[in-house]
């Protein structure tokens, strides 16, 4: 059964949730962190929700030593997330000046600029944004970041990351993501696209139509994010809000996805399984979701995995071979088919020239090989480590 919960534990992530959005914190939700802090028995996204939990937590709520590793991780996450704007601000003016347009920061930026309760209550690993045409012009956008001092750190169909001399990652996309490969979604996102003056300068979002559809399917069909049920938070950061939302707006854009399943799946998730002392509109949410069409048949468990019992909540999921063979048909044979089919462009310019792993069939053939062999051979050595310790 998909859940609200990744694979967690329950207990404490309810707790989290109804401490983070519920309208009076519990008695029992404290006592269940407080446990959780002392055992040091938290997830990755479970620590994720902390600085929301901060700004909430009422006075001797907890332990001193509990309260002050909850009220710490707003402060880091506050001061962090300064500097992030800061290096993000000073991309986008370098972007500028060198002709390359605006840019819409995504998810991070964009989530932790509108939340309620301030900019720290949402911890950014990196910086993701969208820049149009980047995939047009190859040469000239690796000879601007590598002026810029960057290193590239990978590349893929639809995005380019990039490590700052400081050991700052930025994300830069050209479309938006891999189920979401059609130049009219990053039209439409710029479009519709709203602005925020900041003390660090001007960053233009998403509309909140577009910045929720985004968040529910990057988070149920990215492993990291869905194993420990971190996109919940952002998406009921939203929902609590009681944002007046567009249907139309919202259906136009999650429709032209590969997957529309994984947003009308999430949708259902939030309304069915979210702790009822949490107060948001269900009821308009289910109907967001009943407007969503279905994707194409067998779509959906082409790019989700159901976690297992080896997947760790906060790191990078366990690939089984027969999940790994299908990811590699998506983006060696399926995921081109679709830019040529949705852009009318060859898949040989632009984002091959960026640097993206050999799509010819002899080097598909070879690099599928090595890939097996990498995920055998990790196999082998754990249960030979297995064998060893018994």
């Not at 995504?106 to 600029?113: D, H, P, R, S």
């Not at 002026?147 to 479309?175: C, N």
Request: hydrophobic share 40%.
């Amino acid at each position: 059964m998909i859940s609200l919960f990744g694979v967690a534990d329950p207990t404490v992530q309810r707790a989290l949730l109804e401490l983070s959005f519920a309208a009076r914190p519990a008695e029992r939700d404290l006592a269940v962190l407080e446990q959780a802090i002392q055992a040091d028995a938290l997830t990755d996204g479970q620590r994720r929700m902390l600085p929301l939990v901060a700004k909430r937590l009422p006075d001797g709520g907890l332990s001193p030593f509990a309260e002050s590793r909850v009220r710490g991780t707003y402060k880091h996450t506050l001061y962090r997330n300064h500097l992030l704007l800061d290096r993000a601000q000073r991309l986008r003016q370098a972007l500028l000046q060198a002709g390359w347009g605006e840019c819409v920061f995504l998810k991070g930026v964009a989530t932790a600029l509108t939340n309620p309760h301030g900019l720290g209550a949402r911890p950014m690993a990196d910086i993701d944004l969208l820049l149009t045409g980047v995939q047009r012009r190859p040469q000239e956008i690796l000879e601007f970041f590598g002026a810029q001092g960057m290193l590239k750190k990978g590349a893929s169909l639809r995005s380019i990351t990039w490590v700052s001399p400081e050991g700052f990652e930025f994300d830069v996309h050209w479309y938006l993501h891999n189920w979401a490969l059609r130049q009219s979604s990053v039209d439409r996102m710029y479009a519709e696209a709203h602005v925020i003056e900041h003390g660090k300068g001007r960053f233009t979002i998403p509309c909140p139509e577009h910045n929720l559809a985004h968040i529910l399917a990057h988070g149920l069909l990215t492993p990291s994010v869905h194993y420990d049920a971190r996109w919940s938070v952002d998406a009921l950061s939203m929902l609590v809000q009681r944002p007046v939302l567009d249907p139309a707006r919202f259906h136009s854009f999650v429709n032209e996805f590969t997957v529309p399943d994984a947003v009308r799946v999430a949708m259902r998730m939030l309304v069915e399984q979210t702790p009822e002392s949490i107060n948001f509109d269900r009821d308009a949410v289910k109907e967001l979701a009943s407007g969503v069409r279905r994707g194409r048949p067998g779509s959906f468990g082409l790019y989700y995995r159901q976690p297992g019992p080896g997947d760790v909540p906060g790191q990078v999921a366990r690939t089984s071979l027969r999940y790994y063979l299908k990811a590699m048909v998506r983006l060696r044979l399926l995921e081109p088919m679709q830019l040529a089919r949705y852009n009318g462009e060859s898949f040989w310019t632009g984002v091959r020239a960026i640097d993206f792993p050999p799509v010819s069939t002899p080097e598909f053939g070879r690099w599928v090989l090595r890939g097996i062999r990498r995920v055998l051979k990790s196999r082998w050595s754990e249960r030979a480590s297995v064998r060893l310790k018994s």
